[in-house]
């Protein structure tokens, strides 16, 4: 993902769609300090010119898992195809690297969002669901994009 930002280029949100949803609510868990993972999943359908974030965040308490989400963000990139990049293994797109990351961010927020009215009435509730800089979506997408 080489490219530098593109003015023609346009997108807009079609769909945030919950995939996944755990909730193990235990009486004696302190909340503040739980450690977290973050997951993203990228895919696409070319034809239709969607390029699809699926964003995750899971919590764990002594190992075990406690809370998770994930939640699908389906955007529309215009002329998708044409950021396609002919590789038989697998597909790959040579889209401008601050758009992922903008992209992605907006995805985690839609989850973050979306985690807290989950756990609206249960001890949750009161839980303030951290806020990804920008440094923690680039280092995640430094791991999950080639």
Do not use: Q, W
């Amino acid at each position: 993902m080489k490219k530098e930002p593109n003015k023609n280029l346009t997108f807009n949100i079609v769909s945030i769609k919950e995939t996944n949803f755990y909730f193990n609510e235990k009486s004696n868990i302190s909340f503040e300090g739980l450690p977290l993972r973050l997951k993203v999943k990228f895919e696409d359908d070319v034809e239709k010119d969607h390029f699809i974030i699926t964003s995750g965040i899971d919590y764990y308490y002594k190992k075990e898992r406690v809370l998770s989400i994930s939640i699908a963000n389906c955007f529309e990139i215009k002329n998708l195809k044409i950021f396609l990049i002919n590789n038989k293994k697998e597909k790959e797109f040579d889209l401008p690297n601050e758009l992922i990351n903008y992209l992605t961010s907006i995805s985690f927020h839609h989850t973050r969002a979306i985690l807290a009215t989950k756990v609206l009435n249960t001890k949750f509730e009161k839980y303030l669901f951290p806020i990804f800089s920008k440094k923690i979506i680039d280092n995640l997408l430094r791991i999950n994009i080639k």
